[in-house]
């Protein structure tokens, strides 16, 4: 299998074209290494050769590196994984010094080949890592194309030269939005940053790449950092004004991070040391600071969770065996509202011809709207071109004749949360489209075994809920009824997945999975208010253990009044099961007090005329109490245990058929913290006897919520762990 393919032209210029067989986004492996450095190798002992050009024979360049190959490092050295990931790392860092350097005099600086990197799209990651190390960067003008670094975001930091090139080239201050934040730029952008040298027309990629190898002088490929004299832009740790840069930088990371995402200050502390050391000890440190965070649990459950498992939930891991492709051509939607509306904008976006039904025309012409208006603001930012919003728009049909609902394939319902109306729709419509379309229902807590009893074909009925604002949420949660077959399973991830989402499947039960472990978490915040714990130390708990937005943040946002609906409803379903009722006080207070959350600026928190969030609402101080007494980490384990507990009843109960959809769709859905990979990870690296150990404290001090479930006692007992135990779930993937 060749990976790296090497020609020689004419003029003498050698191409280097990674073209990685069988996938449509290349990505570096173990082969592809060994591959890229013969075709160096080659190329720098070829006297014929004047320079090098290096690109792929896909749309884009790379998608990043194989992750697996990381691991494949460690497992080299099995006695000291420590020492093969180093040595893994610095054998990857030879490779990209040797594009750098290749044959030029050490003292001199002359002798070597120019290198052009020509990228027709993308480049994520290694793919722009080996960008930094080539003499020219030239990107094709394509509008789809991104560059950039964003490791960061699944729990490590560009290790293979990026965080290096980057801050000798452009300094710590300026590097930091693309290192710290992963940012990725369009083209121009990229160049304007200083990342790239030029973008050029697609049909003059090669061309342009080729005349500059041709015309490069001995000058126009050392780098700045190989020259005598160089200085760090900025200035070095040492310096005034790069001292002063290091100590924003630290506020700046512990302000985003809370300390709790170990690769941002693993890639920090790596910048703070390189500044002051030679370059090729820099890249060592580097190594050094990237094997640190590899060995990091924290690491290792997010580049699990948000890489690898994700990864296989999207190639369709758990899509039933034997159903043939079952891709969306037409869909109808019934219900222009925020959620309809969105729906629509996704689906149009895919390519799917849209219906989209409501029971007025100014209705349904509004939600249409809503895609008109996102399709506004993607062009106002130039992603959006005036061809790609007619063709769009040109999909999506706003009416409300329910006939243009024939030859639709999936009907995805999302009107009123009330069992009469949905069932009503749900005759209308069977009746009208064919008998092979398959029905979903978007709602958020109505069962859906319930809602499908309305449908004269229950085994074509399925939960679809969407996450708010669906254009930018990436989870969704498919929900199978007791009667669900397989192929509307595989109707609804094939649908999910062309609109480019996560999908994670679960078995009917009162919330789901999402709400099922959400509606704990802000019920626990709501309960330690009425304690008379004090909200800013709730909320801080909340985001020190890693959570987006603490619990009385989170009810403002989803507001206050839906809250109460909830509590209601599922009240009268429990009957005296229901044990809820200080957080209860709590919530129907605030909603008795007209304070309905961020939608009616009163909510927990104060809010301006323009609705910008200020302090708590003083009415808060009713709870208050000096006589309670509670740490900092019982309010974050109470919090954290609360949805993670809740998480392994779903497990336990069948409802959740699998930890990586569980881990996954804990950090999609509702932002569980991240950096410990989701409720099963977290438990994990707690370690389950120390959980279970933490179940009975907590059990004995707050209630039987904190209850420890059996199936972790008994895991602790037998010394086991969630990812142990269920490891062939991963190994199906």
Known sequence: MTIFHYDVDADGVATITWDLPGKSMNVLNEDGIRELDAAMDKAIADDAVKGIVITSAKKDFAGGMDLNAISRMAEANPANPAQGI????????????????????????????PVAWASPGTAAGIGLEIALACHRRIVADNPKAKLGLPEILVGIFPGAGGTTRLVHMMGV??????????????????????????VVPADDLMARAKQWVLNATDADIVKPWDTKGYKMPGGAAYHPAGFQTFVGANA???????GVYPAAKAMLSAAYEMTMVP????????????????????????????????EALEKGAVRP???????VKKVGILGAGMMGAGIAYVSAMAGIEVVLIDREQAAADKGKGYSEALLDKGMSRKKVTQEKKDAVLGQITATTDLDALKGCDLIVEAVFEDVGVKAEMTKKVEAIVGAECIFATNTSTLPITELAKASVRADQFIGIHFFSPVDKMLLVEIIKGRETGDRAVAKALDFVRQIRKTPIVVNDARFFYANRCIIPYINEGLRMLHEGVEPALIEGAAKLFGMPLGPLQLNDETSIDLGVKIAKATKAAMGDDYDNAAADEVLFTLFEEGRLGRKSNAGFYEYDEKGKRQDFWSGLDRWANDETNISLEDVKSRLMLIQSLEAVRALEEGVLMDIREGDVGAILGWGFAPWSGGPFSSLDMMGIPAAVAL????????GDRFACPALMREMAEKGETFYGRFSDQEKAA
């Open 86 to 113: 180093f040595d893994g790392v610095m054998a990857l860092h030879g490779l990209l010094r040797k594009i750098e350097r290749n044959s030029m005099d050490a003292k001199t600086n002359k002798g070597g080949k």
């Open 279 to 310: 370059f090729d000890t820099a890249l060592r440190i580097e190594a050094r600071w990237f094997t640190n965070v590899l060995m990091n649990p924290s690491s290792t459950a997010m580049i699990r969770s948000l890489f690898l498992n994700k």
């Open 695 to 702: 179940c009975d404290r907590l059990t004995e001090t707050y």
């Open 252 to 258: 700046m990371v512990h302000g985003k991070t809370k």
């Open 173 to 198: 201050m300026a590097a930091s939005p693309l290192l710290l934040e992963g940012k990725m730029l369009a083209p121009a952008k990229a160049k304007s940053a200083g990342t790239i040298d030029e």
């Open 321 to 327: 065996a034997g159903v043939p492709d079952q891709s």
